[in-house]
């Protein structure tokens, strides 16, 4: 029997860094996980939309606020497949994973501007840690693609 994983392509999609004013990396937990699943803001691309519109689009769907600027754009995609286990359940089963163009930012607003009761809430918590805390809160099978961005933009972030 063919691996049906292997044709299903992978969904465009975008991630943020979000650094604080001290350097500190936003992240929150997942609603809709049994596990404790954390993780940088990050959602598909639309249609013909521009990845960094869809960062900001992204964040203000997220967090309830886009107020950031972009300090380094990650130079081309990086991927990652989802768990056996999850093929066919998400994104209505017709990706195998994600391909996602990473964007740092530094955050200009307040905490109390964020705000994660948005129209389709996707987190119930949120908090700052260290960029060496990243790949210890994040799922098993995300971890690889933090790790390379913790490696890319963890220099940058200082």
């Known amino acids: 029997m063919p691996d049906n994983r292997a044709m299903l392509p992978y969904r465009p999609c975008v991630g943020?860094?979000?650094l604080n004013g001290t350097g500190?990396?936003?992240?929150?937990?997942?609603?809709?996980?049994?596990?404790?699943?954390?993780?940088?803001?990050?959602g598909g691309i639309e249609d013909g939309e521009d990845p960094?519109?869809?960062?900001?689009?992204?964040?203000?769907?997220?967090i309830g606020t886009n107020n950031a600027e972009v300090m380094h754009e990650?130079?081309?995609?990086l991927k990652y497949d989802l768990p056996e286990h999850l093929i066919g359940k998400i994104w209505k089963g017709k990706y195998r994973g994600q391909r996602?163009?990473?964007?740092?930012?530094?955050y200009l607003g307040q905490d109390s501007?964020?705000?994660?009761?948005?129209?389709?809430?996707?987190?119930?918590?949120?908090?700052?840690?260290?960029i060496s805390?990243?790949?210890?809160?994040?799922?098993?099978?995300?971890?690889?693609?933090?790790?390379?961005?913790?490696q890319h933009f963890g220099p940058k972030s200082l």
């Open 100 to 106: 996602m163009k990473w964007y740092l930012m530094r």
């Open 16 to 18: 943020i860094m979000l």
């Open 113 to 130: 501007d964020i705000n994660l009761a948005t129209a389709e809430p996707e987190f119930c918590t949120w908090k700052w840690i260290d």
């Open 133 to 150: 805390e990243l790949t210890h809160v994040i799922v098993e099978f995300k971890r690889p693609l933090y790790a390379k961005l913790v």
């Open 52 to 62: 960094l519109d869809a960062a900001y689009r992204e964040m203000e769907e997220e």
């Open 74 to 77: 990650l130079d081309g995609w």
């Open 24 to 42: 500190k990396v936003f992240v929150a937990r997942r609603i809709d996980t049994e596990v404790e699943a954390w993780q940088m803001p990050q």
